[in-house]
């Protein structure tokens, strides 16, 4: 179905429903309406040298780049894989997202529950969005070089130790140094070092990363 097409259920500020809208719509008017956002946590694993994590001191985020032809925040880092949930979905059916942007086939079950957390941009002098975010996060050990990003929505794939994502928060990341893939010639994933700044990061609130963070050590604990 072209995202042109796509029918949001729609909702007043107090989540109740109102109806439902085309997506040019929702953002046009700024009605409230849900994303399913799932943040992937690379653990920290002791193990020998062969072992791919045994280097990882600390969790890392995984931090997907947008593609330059999104509708909004085109061309930034965001959260692992979100997307939106259209007209009678449950928030279950939200783990096709991690299957079409990534190629991960996961049981809802498996995704541990941050919260639904209230959140307003503006993107534009004629556009807002405005969502119920359904936020969790998974604990997902895969390399890096075996997802399979969705070529039309997801052009990188960078893994970020939580102590950055903090100070990102907390809006006093200078720049930081992160590794990734991306796809080469052949739409094979590479692996990359890149460096990036705040600017280059969709904006959350601190108290939205607060939600992601605080769960994460929940995990560790």
Partial sequence: MSKELEQFDIFDARMNPIGTAPRPEVHKQGYWHQTFQCWIVMMPVPGDSANIRQTVTE???????????????????????????????RVEEGVRELAEELGVEIAFERLRPCGVFQEEQRISPVLIDREFCHVFVLPYDQ????????????????????????ELAQGRLGTITADGVEPDERQRLAPVQRQFTQGDFVPHSAAYYDLVLNTIEQIMS
């Fill in 59 to 89: 969790p890392e985020l995984l931090f997907q780049m947008r593609h330059p032809g999104k509708d909004t925040f085109p061309s930034l880092l965001d959260i692992s894989c979100a997307g939106h949930l259209l007209a009678g979905e």
């Fill in 143 to 166: 390399p890096l070089e075996q997802y399979k990003l969705q070529e039309d929505e997801v052009t990188g794939l960078y893994r970020i130790p939580l102590s950055d994502v903090r």
